[in-house]
């Protein structure tokens, strides 16, 4: 049992705002919600990571929480509001798309993650300005033409779309770069990062672990892409399951025969892969067709007129070339120097310019979260400046 140190009891009066900076340049803020006072800190090098320790008032004692998610950079300090179930953390001095953060503490997500492990867990989000378009899930048997109709949508529309790069345990194909196709990994080390919260969603498929980084979802989606994932019906699953919102794709074959033929056809397996994968394609079609986890059901029959129907319903059917909009998220600059303040839905940052004719220089930044969305373990997005 730890004591509670005298910052959390005498110096801080944690409120719903608080942001305070300790002698060797180093920055610790306290945030109480129920029992527990999260006590965030960096050091003002920006070479650690912001750390989390939580304090239960109630034992009187240091609890280590499981942290998952990509942790921010320390920076040159850092305030934090109070938001119901995840605090908000500003950095001063951090790049203009690294400023804002979230720590959950009591999000679905975290309940979800807490309840898994049997331990405290707290979860890192970056927050985004503005939304990304929805990603698209695309599901279907091996030699449907999943990866045809992906590639096929890539090159008509190579600035709307990028790919998710799954991690994959098998083994790459003649063609296959890693980091292009898949990121190739071992098993040990993926089941490592599946327990340290690096994937979205993951699944044991046609014997070999396949997963979704949430890094390879958002890097797409901060390049002002759609996201295109090409998952199995079980990753589809996690995904629906997820918070992260996007359309699923399930994609049929005309017939076992024809998907027997594309599979032999396309010669990248030796004989008891491609059983293996006609095995497991009955049930992946069963369940593509009857789970609700699809949103639309694509026969691929005529390369063509599958590729156009799915066009349609991405609604790129009537899609003239015309020079695309910018689809970028949108970033703040926060200066050094900076107040918060909280009102209703609305975050106010009253920014200090560090110009010679100082008062007259400053700006308020305004921060609506009305409309948060997504969150750990991706971004939290729906941020609206003002
Ligand atoms: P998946 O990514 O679903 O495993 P692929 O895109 O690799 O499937 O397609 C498997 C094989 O079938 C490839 O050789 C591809 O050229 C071929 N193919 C894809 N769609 C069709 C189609 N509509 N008709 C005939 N062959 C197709
Ligand atoms: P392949 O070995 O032919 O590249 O892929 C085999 C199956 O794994 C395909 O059905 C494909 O959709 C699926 N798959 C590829 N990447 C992922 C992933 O990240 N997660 C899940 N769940 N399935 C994946």
Not at 171 to 180: K, L, Q, S, W
């Amino acid at each position: 049992m730890g004591e509670a140190p005298a910052f959390l009891v005498d110096e801080l009066q944690d409120g719903p705002v608080n942001g305070y900076e300790l002698k060797n340049g180093s920055c610790k803020t306290t945030t109480t919600i129920g029992d527990k006072t999260y006590v965030i800190t960096g050091a003002d090098d920006g070479t650690l990571s912001i750390e989390v320790q939580i304090f239960d008032r109630n034992l009187g004692e240091w609890v280590h929480p499981t942290v998952l998610g990509i942790k921010p950079m320390s920076c040159k300090g850092h305030s934090t509001v109070l938001l119901e179930d995840r605090i908000l953390i500003l950095k001063k001095g951090s790049k203009p798309n690294d400023q804002i953060w979230f720590l959950e503490v009591d999000t679905p997500y975290v309940r979800q993650q807490r309840k898994i492990s049997g331990s405290e867990v707290v979860a890192w989000s970056k927050g985004v300005i503005g939304n990304a378009e929805k990603p698209v899930v695309i599901s279907g048997p091996s030699g449907v033409g999943k990866g045809t109709l992906i590639t096929m949508l890539m090159q008509e529309f190579p600035s709307m779309f990028g790919f998710s790069v799954s991690h994959t345990t098998r083994a790459p194909r003649n063609i296959e770069e890693d980091g292009v196709h898949y990121h190739f990994t071992e098993k040990s080390v993926m089941e490592k990062e599946i327990k340290n919260g690096k994937f979205l969603e993951f699944a044991s498929v046609h014997g070999n672990l396949y997963g979704t980084s949430v890094e390879a979802v958002e890097m797409v989606a901060d390049a002002g892409k759609r996201c295109i994932l090409d998952i199995d019906v079980q990753g589809a699953r996690s995904v629906r399951a997820s918070s992260l919102e996007a359309i699923f794709i399930f994609i049929c074959p005309p017939s076992m025969k024809e998907l027997e033929k594309r599979l032999r056809d396309r010669g990248t397996e030796k004989e008891e892969q491609i059983l293996k994968r006609l095995r497991n394609a009955e049930a992946e079609i069963e369940q593509g067709k009857s789970s609700q986890i699809f949103d639309f059901i694509l026969y691929n029959d005529n390369l063509e007129e599958c590729y156009e129907k799915l066009k349609k319903l991405l609604g790129l059917d009537s899609f003239i070339t015309a020079p695309l909009k910018s689809a970028a998220p949108r970033e703040i600059n926060l200066p050094m120097d900076f107040s918060v303040s909280k009102t209703d839905d609305k975050i106010i940052i009253n920014c200090i310019s560090s110009g010679l004719e100082k008062e007259s220089n400053n700006f308020r930044i305004t921060l609506d979260i009305s409309s948060l969305k997504g969150g750990a373990p991706g971004r939290t997005r729906g941020l609206e400046l003002s």
